[in-house]
């Protein structure tokens, strides 16, 4: 069993940056896929980066492309999510998840541990 906790969210204007944390405990995450998630006020829960066991970023939503990144410290047990040039639309309840198959995509099926979100809020 894999318990993730994510930190980190918080309000920033537009334009700012924020890094989010994903620590895992209960077993390691050197082998799990992760993923990072987002759901907004009124909206569906939706992909937003994934990686793979390896490191390797799996997939980029088009609307974060070029503006957040997703990395992994296997050592600290810890995966980030580093967030640039937000926007309004950015706002959301952000979630990590792990995925045993190691692939990380974006499909929800893959991912059988989630966090319990952190929020962030991006004002104009």
């Known amino acids: 069993q894999v318990q993730l906790v994510e930190s980190g969210g918080g309000l920033v204007q537009a334009g700012g940056s924020l890094r989010l944390s994903c620590a895992a405990s209960g077993r390691t995450l050197k082998d799990y896929g992760m993923g990072w998630f987002r759901q907004a006020p009124g909206k569906e829960r939706e992909f937003v980066v994934g990686m793979n066991w390896l490191g390797l970023t799996t997939r980029v939503d088009d609307s974060v492309q070029d503006r957040f990144t997703i990395s992994r410290d296997n050592a600290m047990n810890t995966v980030y999510l580093q967030m640039n040039s937000l926007t309004p639309e950015d706002t959301a309840v952000y979630y990590c998840?792990?995925?045993?198959?190691?692939?990380?995509?974006?499909?929800?099926?893959?991912?059988?541990?989630w966090g319990r979100g952190t929020q962030v809020t991006v004002s104009s």
């Open positions: 998840a792990a995925d045993p198959s190691g692939v990380g995509g974006d499909s929800f099926r893959r991912y059988n541990f």
